[in-house]
């Protein structure tokens, strides 16, 4: 067995990201295959599950116990730069001829509120370290595919870079924040701290898979046209 915490992670989550990879939305979207309904689709679900990535990483935060009290700052950093990433993605909408206050009024699809549920669940009622396992699957696939989908999507709809904010920049700093995670994870050495990260894990995948397949059942409407003015 891989010796590291993340060899280890990549090795028990196969099965569940290979699931969310093989979504047909995905795979459509890096070949340029996608329409407008789908990606503001995507982006008002990423919405519904940005929104939360704050206060999880502050919950997480305030339960850590003491022997891990070095992750304080490694937290700190995240937070500071995830907050007001849910306000770029309703930019990014209304870029794209969404309707963004509809978005932030909505309801998440019920695989996007299972996600959410499920990573409060872990820093409220669990370890409090699997946040890392969510952290590892968002910005671990966004990295390796959000900076190839945003040019492919690009190139399709025709859309303006304002509409591609968000997967832009999550492309740029999940990059640095996939080295940052890896740092962390090799400093993490109790079993049950491993345990709570890989489990985590593949229920965010899993649940992230199951956002995906449900993109083309979720309708974000788009903006209406101003009114022309009269005499």
């Known amino acids: 067995m891989p010796g590291s915490l993340h ?27 996608i329409s407008l309904p789908r990606y503001l689709a995507f982006l ?5 599950h940005v929104r939360h990535t704050v206060p999880l ?8 116990p003491a ?6 700052s490694p937290v700190l950093h995240y937070i500071a730069e995830e907050a007001g990433h849910d306000e770029w993605i309703l930019n990014d909408i209304r870029a794209a001829g969404g309707d963004a206050q509809a978005v932030r009024n909505a309801r998440p699809h019920p695989a996007t509120d299972a996600l ?3 990573v409060y669940d872990q820093v409220q009622r669990r370890n409090p370290v699997g946040i890392f396992g ?10 390796a595919l959000a900076l190839d989908a945003a040019d492919r999507i690009q190139a399709t709809l025709g859309l303006p870079d304002a ?12 990059r640095e924040h996939v080295q940052d995670l890896r740092s962390i ?28 397949r449900a993109l083309d059942s979720i309708q974000v409407p788009l903006a209406a046209a101003p009114q022309a003015q009269t005499a």
């Open 7 to 33: 060899e280890r992670l990549l090795q028990a989550t196969q099965q569940e990201n290979a699931f969310l990879l093989s979504a047909e939305p995905i795979h459509d979207a890096l070949a340029g295959v």
């Open 44 to 48: 008002g679900e990423a919405y519904q």
């Open 57 to 64: 990483l502050m919950t997480a935060g305030s339960r850590l």
């Open 67 to 72: 022997r891990l009290g070095w992750l304080q």
């Open 116 to 118: 959410v549920a499920r």
């Open 134 to 143: 969510m952290v590892h699957v968002l910005e671990g696939s966004s990295a």
């Open 163 to 174: 509409a591609f904010t968000y997967l832009r920049s999550h492309g740029e700093l999940d």
């Open 185 to 212: 994870l090799d400093r993490l050495s109790d079993a049950d701290d491993h345990a709570a990260v890989i489990d985590c894990a593949r229920s965010v995948y899993w649940l992230y898979g199951h956002m995906f």
